[in-house]
């Protein structure tokens, strides 16, 4: 089974910055995860809200925060859980 990638823009809920990234499809995810590193870039606020959540290093809680996600020229408000990626 392959993988599929496609390029999004992740911005901040102001619309004022959006960086253009290329993304893993997973049709099994209930949330869209991304590295801490866009989180700090974009200056995105936290909820204070935490999940749990099963990642391949196992069960954690990730806190979340939303985007602005946009695909193929559609821009929705979408919850996102940042990840350490180190």
Do not use: C, Q, W
């Not at 909820?47 to 985007?67: F, I, M, N, P, Q």
């Amino acid at each position: 089974m392959g993988h599929i990638e496609v390029e999004v823009g992740i911005g901040d809920l102001d619309g004022e910055k959006l960086i253009k990234v290329k993304a893993l499809v997973n049709t099994e995810a209930m949330f869209t995860v991304i590295p801490e590193s866009i989180v700090k870039e974009l200056n995105l606020t936290l909820t204070g809200e935490k999940l749990r959540v099963s990642t391949a290093k196992g069960y954690g809680e990730l806190d979340l925060t939303h985007v602005i996600l946009e695909i193929d020229g559609k821009k929705r408000i979408m919850p996102t859980l940042p990840i350490n990626l180190a």
